[in-house]
């Protein structure tokens, strides 16, 4: 793995470590009305589930999503 002075150098550290649910994926699947893209919703949500029990490796962190009304 090449880091120093790469164009993605940074990348690692600025990260929030987040863990993806497949919430995102959500929107498409509303906007679609695709029931192959709501499945994938629920395969996401439902194997997330892992996670929970799980010991934080830090703080927990509070984020905000703004949500916008065309």
Do not use: I, Q
């Amino acid at each position: 793995m090449v880091e120093a002075g790469d164009f993605g150098m940074g990348t690692s550290s600025r990260s929030t470590k987040l863990l993806h649910g497949g919430v995102r994926y959500l929107e498409l699947a509303l906007k679609e009305r695709d029931p192959g893209s709501f499945a994938w919703c629920g395969r996401l949500l439902r194997n997330g589930r892992w996670s929970w029990p799980c010991p934080p490796s830090g703080p927990a962190l509070t984020l905000l999503t703004p949500l916008f009304r065309p």
